[in-house]
């Protein structure tokens, strides 16, 4: 098992009944399936469970080692349920929006290249210092943006405990 990814789309439809749409990419021996979209009315616990019950339906039997998705707990305790020994990884294209929306617009671009240089970094031992330095220049008067990064650490910093051609 390769990697699996996650992700929920809220739209509004017809106000006031939005739906979320959900998308899974599992990743086999190099070959991306992309599973059919199930319409839900919300991000929740049973409309997750419901996702993975389908994908171990179609043959997902192995556990995968690492899911990416969001803050959304839904997915996390679906997940944790159907496959308990996967880790979390947090997505850091969320977590890069949520962060900027706590600092002021003349910050923001500044903020995004710091936040670039976490996960982009090719050792962990760099992303580190790269997040550390983040919470050292926002920290004092952006308090907001660095707890909203530091609450998720662990899980975004999950990739690194993997090789890097994965």
């Known amino acids: 098992m390769g990697a699996s990814t996650h992700d929920a789309v809220c739209v509004e439809v017809r106000p006031p009944e939005p739906k979320a749409t959900k998308v899974a990419n599992d990743v086999l021996n190099w070959n ?3 599973l059919p979209r199930q319409s839900q009315r919300e991000s929740d616990e049973t409309s997750w469970t419901s996702l993975r019950l389908d994908c171990k339906s179609r043959g997902l039997s192995i556990a995968p ?11 996390w305790i679906a997940l944790s349920k159907a496959f308990p020994s996967t880790r979390q990884q947090r997505c850091w294209v969320h977590k890069t929006l949520n962060v900027l929306d706590k600092l002021p617009r003349n910050e923001q671009a500044a903020g995004k290249r710091m936040l670039h240089e976490i996960w982009m970094s090719a050792k962990r031992e760099d992303a580190i210092k790269a997040f550390d330095r983040f919470i050292e220049v926002y920290g004092t008067k952006w308090v907001r943006a660095t707890a909203c990064l530091e609450k998720d650490r662990a899980e975004l910093m999950a990739f690194y405990d993997f090789p890097a051609e994965h």
Do not use: V, Y
């Open 32 to 34: 991306c399936r992309c």
């Open 65 to 75: 080692k690492l899911a990416t998705g969001d803050g959304s707990l839904g997915f």
